[in-house]
């Protein structure tokens, strides 16, 4: 098809015909049509608007007039013959049990649905229909030349300022469809202008009036689009979205549908509506059904109720959910629309027709576009010889822009681990939020617990307005959700610690090919294998007593039973207050002074170290350091040490040092991208799930409630 395509000239297919390159199909005819209608209402002139529906187009087109048609395009003549004789041969076999040998059937007429070719074919052979709409003389007589014909495939709609040219177009059309052995289905066909008077020829007439509204292009319309359009909408849209939602999909996954379904459904009708109603009504009903729809996320158990709004539609990178909003991108289809109209070559006639009726106030995609620039302070576009495209994207970058940082404000007004989030908007990711191990009422819990919307004793602060009370296991510290996931007494996070150790472990060795068994959420190893040997929980032996002398990971690389290169990897959980501490503080234990405790280092004894705030890291005094003794031990310079932390809630920030890991990964241990995006992601989900039962075990404590 695309050889046919790159050799027939434009003028083959015609303009009218919406289904070619480079034109906006469905969008395009709905300009037009709107044009069209609207200009004729405000210049209060009659219009007779006529729709087409063909029975069965695909199945009925001759063959005959497809092998014309092939004999006059300008294509090799190899090519001409090869294409006539497969149209011959086109066969069906009928098999019955009856009979040994099948049946051929010799296909006749008609075109195979769902071959590639097949629309290419339709809409060249049936342009012929739609240049005797336009060139038959007693047709433009009768119009005054203001006749129009647009056709979306086997779609078709004429616009006649009289009557008798609707009448006499419709028997154009009818007969030059049967020259193609295409039949119009008269009872789907209609026409309608704004007269309600009946009179005995319209009875006559084999095209029946219209009376209450007819579908063209998706949309319910009349000289209007109808409030009928919205009342479909609304309903389809909420059965959509709790089949996707009750699904047992990731909240990814359901996203990623939504998005692709739900959401490009509302749009393509509230974007491309002509109603009687201001663009603010429309808005208004795109903005109740981003509540309605969310209602629907609650009830499913994708988003608790008391859960931010703006969270819900934040990006993921920001612990967010990622469900775009109706009313958001419906206000960017304005925008597409407006950019579209005014670049397109083929839409000068509407054009022209919706800046008259923009002058006289009427609603137009202009004014829509006007409206939507306001809104967000964007400026007009005046130059569109890059494309439309260029322009709208550029356009589309500054809502999109504008949205998040107003949801980003909204969600971080009253909550503590939003600024948090917002300190490294640049670097933090959450890479476990794609995991398909992630339940979506795993992820509203943990989204929820993370802004205090659970029961701990910080959601009765946000409740009730009186002091944060103490953690209920007595640990005499507020109990927030940073306190219950990384410093209460009652748990133990060595688990949490150990499963995502577990997983780097994997990975390692399923890269280096090591066969052995590694037990579920074990951190402790001791392989040794030709060129590589891998301990993990073991103590390393030194003849000059040190403190902090087991790290997690100590990888040995060999050549000839000697090594060459140890890489060191130490892993942390912390929360997000004391992710970058964490970091500077593994590698100062392991590269700086491995001797003195942390706690020698306090100014007030009396805090846990858990809760030091005073130390200043950068103030510890060097020592001896566990990386020194192995240069020393193994008489080699290429000693490495890096660390991997990930927040209690599957946070990444990557930062210099998180970076310095990811390279090691793709550099030395010769990890794949995909291999260590999904390493990041296995680690994050762990974190994650770690996390939620710990919570869940935390609140079953006294009975209390999610």
Known sequence: MSVTLDRISENLIPKEQLCRENTWGTVHGLLQDKSYLGIAKYRRQGIYSTWYDFSKAYDSLNHYQLQRLLEKLPLPKVMKSTAISLLKLWNMELVRNDEKKPQKIRIRRGIMQGDSSSPLWFILASGSIIYQMKNNQDLRKVTKNKGRIIGYMDDLKWFSPNEEGMKLGSTILKESALELTLHLNEKKCGYYNESDVTDENEKQFFIPKIRKAYKYLGLMQKDKDVEENYEILEEKLKERTRKILSSHLTTHQKQMIYNGSVVTSAVYVLGNLSPKESIESTLKKANNLDIQLRKIAVSEKVKVRQMSNSRYHLPERFFGMNFRSIKTETCIQFIRRFCYLMSSP?????????????????????????????????????????????????????????????????????????????????????????????????????????????????????????????????????????????????????????????????????????????????????????????????????????????????????????????????????????????????????????????????????????????????????????????????????????????????????????????????????????????????????????????????????????
């Open 346 to 706: 083929d839409l000068e006639e509407a054009r022209k027709n919706f800046e008259a009726m923009d002058k006289g106030g009427c609603r137009t995609p202009i004014s829509d576009f006007r409206y939507v620039a306001k809104k967000y302070k964007l400026s007009t576009p005046k130059n569109f010889t890059n494309g439309y495209r260029e322009v709208t994207k550029e356009l589309i970058e500054a809502v999109k822009k504008t949205e998040l940082k107003e949801k980003l404000k909204d969600w971080s007004k009253a909550m503590t681990y939003p600024k948090l989030v917002l300190k490294y908007e640049k670097e933090i990711s959450y890479p476990g939020i794609r995991s398909l191990k992630l339940s979506s009422d795993k992820l509203a819990f943990l989204s929820a617990a993370s802004e205090e919307q659970i029961f701990l004793k910080a959601k009765n602060f946000s409740t009730t307005g009186k002091g944060i009370e103490n953690c209920r296991f007595g640990c005499n510290k507020p109990e927030t959700n940073t306190h219950v996931t990384s410093n209460c007494k009652q748990h133990q996070y060595a688990g949490r610690h150990d499963i995502i150790t577990w997983n780097v472990l994997k990975k390692i060795m399923e890269k280096y090919d090591i066969k052995e068994k590694l037990e579920f959420g074990s951190a402790v190893v001791d392989i040794e294998k030709e060129n590589i040997k891998i301990t993990a929980g073991r103590k390393i032996l030194t003849e000059k007593k040190i403190y902090y002398n087991t790290p997690d990971v100590v990888l040995y690389f060999k050549e000839k039973e000697k090594v060459k290169k140890i890489i060191v990897l130490e892993i942390s959980v912390p929360s997000l207050t004391k992710y970058c501490w964490q970091q500077q503080w593994k590698r100062i234990k392991y590269c700086h002074n491995s001797v003195n405790k942390l706690e020698e280092f306090n100014a007030n004894k009396e805090k846990e170290p858990e809760e030091i705030k005073n130390i200043k890291l950068e103030m510890i005094p060097r020592n001896i350091n566990l990386i020194n003794i192995l240069k020393t031990n193994y008489k080699i310079d290429n000693v490495q040490f890096y660390s991997i932390v990930v927040g209690t809630y599957g946070e990444l920030v990557f930062n210099e040092e998180t970076l310095k890991t990811k390279q090691m990964f793709l550099t030395e241990l010769k990890f794949s991208k995909t291999e260590y995006n999904k390493l990041i992601r296995d680690i994050s989900y762990s974190a994650m799930a770690s996390t939620a039962r710990i919570l869940a075990k935390h609140l079953a404590h006294q009975n209390d409630i999610i």
